[in-house]
């Protein structure tokens, strides 16, 4: 059998990072200085005059909603139409994660944190699109206390303070190749890069925070490239899917697989020429079976 393995190959894509930090650290104004950015304002802190002002002057749109499936809905647009916004800002996602977690909580209770599962379910939903979204991705947190285990000098195990992370669902940095931390030092702002995956911002680097300086080390060109839509399977096509993956006995794990490789939640939300191809693989196995084909 040949190996499938081949020579990797460096992809300019879209910058996906987290920005975090104190209350008045900038985070709102950091975001904003990206190239024509879709705001979703879940804490209404885009309505004060100096965001109005600087959304307005970056050609910004502006969508306000603390409702997680409102959210998504309005990700699967952006990644399906054609539009000329390069930026999509989620402001903070905090305020998200924390509603679908009390809600969760009215119905599942709170004991070994059940009510965190359905809520991980949604965002993990969630920042699986935003994978798949052509355009620069900036979530915003709040801020919390980081706690450690270590131990003492007598060897004790002991839990200490040890910075700041971000206050979120807690594989938040997981989707991101950069996490800065924001930081206000006197007049200035400054970033902090907390997690990378870029040689352009190592680990620990501290610098002023503008616009400039992430393009600079970046790639201005990938920054404000335009967006390109991508197709999702037609209805008549998913319904084909289902039906073709009932008939050849496709396993779930197989289909787990083809949506994980994919970015997909669902079959629904499968790129139109993935579902294209799990078709044709599906009608190869019909033929060589005993069974009736599927039109």
Not at 65 to 91: G, P
Not at 225 to 253: F, Y
Not at 254 to 272: H, Y
């Amino acid at each position: 059998m040949a190996l499938k393995g081949k020579k990797p190959d460096a992809i300019k894509k879209r910058l996906k990072v987290l920005f975090y930090g104190p209350p008045n650290s900038g985070k709102t104004t950091a975001a904003l200085q990206f190239p024509r950015p879709y705001v979703i304002d879940t804490e209404r802190g885009a309505e004060n005059e100096q965001y109005v002002r600087l959304m307005n002057e970056s050609g910004a749109a502006y969508f306000p909603s603390t409702d997680a499936d409102e959210i998504i809905a309005e990700v699967t647009s952006l990644l399906t139409t054609k539009h000329d916004y390069r930026t999509l800002v989620i402001d903070p996602l905090t305020v998200i994660y924390n509603d679908l977690c009390d809600k969760s909580a009215d119905r599942n209770g709170t004991e070994f944190g059940r009510h965190k599962v359905e809520a991980d379910r949604k965002i993990k939903h969630l920042l699986t699109l935003l994978l798949r979204l052509d355009m620069n991705v900036i979530i915003t947190s709040h801020a919390k206390d980081k706690w450690v285990r270590t131990k003492d000098a007598k060897g004790k195990e002991v839990v200490v303070q040890e910075g700041t992370t971000f206050d979120c669902y807690g594989k938040l940095d997981y989707l991101f190749d950069l996490v800065i931390r924001l930081e206000k030092r006197g007049k200035e702002r400054v970033g902090v890069v907390a997690k990378t995956r870029l040689d352009a911002f190592p680990e620990g680097d501290v610098f002023p925070f503008t616009y400039d300086q992430i393009a600079d080390r970046y790639g201005r060109d990938v920054l404000e490239a335009d967006a390109k839509p991508q197709s999702l399977v037609t209805k008549e096509n998913a319904a084909l899917l289902r039906k073709l993956i009932k008939v050849v006995s496709i396993s779930e794990e197989t289909v787990s697989k083809w949506l994980s490789k994919a970015d997909s939640d669902s079959i629904e939300e499968l790129p139109a020429d993935v579902a294209e191809k799990c078709i044709a693989h599906c009608k190869e196995k019909v033929e060589t079976q005993t069974v009736e084909p599927v039109s």
